[in-house]
């Protein structure tokens, strides 16, 4: 069952129905374990002008070549859909503002949209790549907080994150710019921003997450503003993800806390985090996030050091592919995460 609630409240409320759906918000849509017992969690993050509830909504269509959802296959993980925040879309005021019916709809606001960063061209990510940053960051600290979230319920080593096209785009760049030690990372139809300046970071990164998440940490601005975090003061507490997430860092200490999950008990090796598998998928016929932008993401997280499974379709569209989608990420679940399958 589908449920919205908060994000800090995992309370079942009622089924929505197609009708029912809401605007975008900044609701979280959680669908409970279909067992009584909670053993993973995923956390999905939707496209471009969707939201949490629709999304989850839709995740539900693809099916695994025996006709069973996700869900039903894994039924001890809860699945978790966070909402973008609504934003100003540069692009879409630009094509209001030179249209010929803007007087008409001048009270209209088109150019906010539920999105997880702005953007120019989805084409072509590197074009006035500025107006990504603020949204970025935002969303970063979102999703770095509902992992926070989930991690007093489950290890960080049971939870998969990811998801589809800015999604994508966004969760990737969480796991990038973060310490975290995560069971697996699962992205459709992605790609990568900023890839041109990750790439360019000095080579000692390569396999290092300490190095890798202080040098993309760089690139998103996510050390600026605070004076703490700039000269690297280990006792300030915006510079650390507490041990809750399972590790302590600050951007520019060369030092390394490692901590104990409290859920798990057990301590992450250094640069651990690196090691966490991702899936990555894409159709060739995506018209809306080029394939070669896809192949470019893996490449790139492939030469930082990342086992990635890479699979390339030749139709399915900006989507989970509807024949081979369940069943490819079903195995590698069940690889990542050492999860059994549901008979």
């Given at each position: 069952?589908?449920?919205?609630?908060?994000?800090?409240?995992?309370?079942?409320?009622?089924?929505?129905s197609?009708?029912?759906?809401?605007?975008?918000?900044?609701?979280?849509?959680?669908?409970?374990?279909?067992t009584n017992k909670?053993?993973?969690?995923?956390?999905f993050?939707?496209?471009?002008?969707?939201?949490?509830?629709?999304?989850?909504?839709?995740?539900f269509?693809p099916?695994?070549?025996?006709?069973?959802?996700?869900?039903?296959?894994?039924?001890?993980?809860?699945?978790?859909?966070?909402?973008?925040?609504?934003q100003?879309?540069?692009?879409?005021?630009?094509?209001?503002?030179?249209?010929?019916?803007?007087?008409?709809?001048?009270?209209?606001?088109?150019?906010?949209?539920?999105?997880?960063?702005?953007?120019w061209?989805v084409?072509?990510?590197?074009?006035?790549?500025?107006?990504?940053?603020?949204?970025?960051?935002?969303?970063?600290?979102?999703?770095?907080?509902?992992?926070?979230?989930?991690?007093?319920?489950?290890?960080l080593?049971?939870?998969?994150?990811?998801?589809?096209s800015q999604?994508c785009?966004?969760?990737?760049l969480?796991?990038?710019?973060?310490?975290?030690?995560?069971?697996g990372f699962?992205?459709?139809c992605?790609?990568?921003p900023?890839?041109?300046?990750?790439?360019?970071?000095?080579?000692?990164?390569?396999g290092?997450?300490?190095?890798?998440s202080g040098?993309?940490?760089?690139?998103?601005?996510?050390?600026?503003g605070?004076?703490d975090?700039?000269?690297?003061?280990?006792?300030?507490e915006?510079?650390k993800?507490?041990a809750?997430?399972?590790?302590?860092?600050?951007?520019?200490?060369a030092?390394?806390?490692?901590?104990e999950i409290?859920?798990?008990?057990?301590?992450?090796?250094?640069?651990?985090?690196?090691?966490?598998?991702?899936?990555?998928?894409?159709?060739?016929?995506?018209?809306?996030?080029?394939?070669?932008?896809?192949?470019?993401l893996?490449?790139?997280?492939?030469?930082?050091?990342?086992n990635?499974?890479?699979?390339?379709?030749?139709d399915?569209?900006?989507?989970?592919?509807p024949?081979?989608g369940v069943?490819?990420?079903?195995?590698?679940i069940?690889?990542?995460?050492?999860?059994?399958?549901?008979?």
């Amino acid at each position: 069952m589908v449920t919205t609630s908060n994000t800090n409240d995992a309370s079942t409320m009622d089924t929505i129905s197609d009708e029912d759906l809401p605007t975008p918000s900044d609701s979280t849509t959680i669908v409970a374990p279909r067992t009584n017992k909670h053993t993973h969690t995923v956390i999905f993050l939707h496209g471009r002008e969707d939201c949490g509830t629709w999304f989850a909504q839709d995740f539900f269509d693809p099916r695994s070549s025996d006709g069973r959802t996700l869900a039903e296959i894994f039924p001890s993980i809860r699945l978790v859909f966070p909402t973008a925040k609504r934003q100003f879309s540069a692009r879409y005021n630009h094509e209001f503002e030179n249209s010929s019916f803007k007087d008409a709809f001048k009270s209209e606001n088109f150019d906010i949209i539920s999105q997880w960063f702005d953007i120019w061209d989805v084409r072509d990510p590197e074009d006035r790549k500025e107006l990504m940053l603020p949204g970025l960051q935002e969303s970063i600290r979102q999703i770095t907080d509902t992992i926070i979230e989930e991690a007093q319920i489950i290890p960080l080593e049971r939870m998969i994150l990811g998801r589809i096209s800015q999604g994508c785009a966004t969760a990737i760049l969480a796991l990038l710019s973060s310490e975290m030690h995560l069971g697996g990372f699962i992205g459709w139809c992605g790609f990568l921003p900023f890839q041109r300046s990750i790439e360019a970071l000095n080579t000692r990164i390569i396999g290092n997450k300490h190095e890798l998440s202080g040098g993309v940490q760089g690139i998103l601005g996510l050390n600026q503003g605070d004076p703490d975090l700039e000269s690297g003061n280990p006792n300030s507490e915006d510079s650390k993800i507490e041990a809750r997430v399972g590790t302590t860092y600050t951007v520019k200490d060369a030092e390394i806390n490692q901590k104990e999950i409290f859920t798990s008990g057990s301590p992450i090796p250094p640069q651990a985090a690196i090691n966490t598998p991702i899936f990555l998928a894409h159709s060739e016929d995506d018209d809306v996030v080029p394939c070669k932008l896809g192949d470019d993401l893996c490449q790139t997280v492939k030469h930082l050091g990342f086992n990635v499974t890479w699979k390339k379709y030749k139709d399915g569209m900006p989507q989970i592919h509807p024949d081979h989608g369940v069943d490819d990420m079903s195995l590698f679940i069940q690889r990542a995460l050492n999860i059994y399958t549901a008979n």
